[in-house]
Nanobody, 116 residues
Framework: QVQLVESGGGLVQPGGSLRLSCAAS????????MTWYRQAPGKERELVAV????????YYADSVKGRFTISRDNTKNTVYLQMNSLNPDDTAVYYC?????????WGQGTQVTVSS
């Protein structure tokens, strides 16, 4: 059974930082590209960042470029999202996603709230 478990969300003040983690099991993690999405209340889910299977190539949405960093540790089957300079617009549920061809799996999400 495939499981993606996100952690690290919480409440943070504007300008603060958080690091999200997503631990995968049930898949050959190093064969999958990993992505982070987020969904704010009343909005559609949006792509935040992507990292390829070997961790060489990354992509970021314009809204987070320069503030967020995606990384992965294939020895720990875990992908990370380091989020710096957070602002209230970053408030959302953050989901990790594993992708390989037509196969994709979602985690349950972790809430990030940026508020003073």
């Amino acid at each position: 059974q495939v499981q993606l478990v996100e952690s690290g969300g919480g409440l943070v003040q504007p300008g603060g930082s958080l690091r999200l983690s997503c631990a995968a099991s049930g898949i050959t993690f190093s064969n999958y590209a990993m992505t982070w999405y987020r969904q704010a209340p009343g909005k559609e889910r949006e792509l935040v960042a992507v990292i390829n299977s070997v961790g060489v190539t990354t992509y970021y949405a314009d809204s987070v470029k320069g503030r967020f960093t995606i990384s992965r540790d294939n020895t720990k089957n875990t992908v990370y999202l380091q989020m710096n300079s957070l602002n209230p617009d970053d408030t959302a549920v953050y989901y990790c996603n594993a992708v390989r061809g037509t196969f994709f799996y979602w985690g349950q999400g972790t809430q990030v709230t940026v508020s003073s």
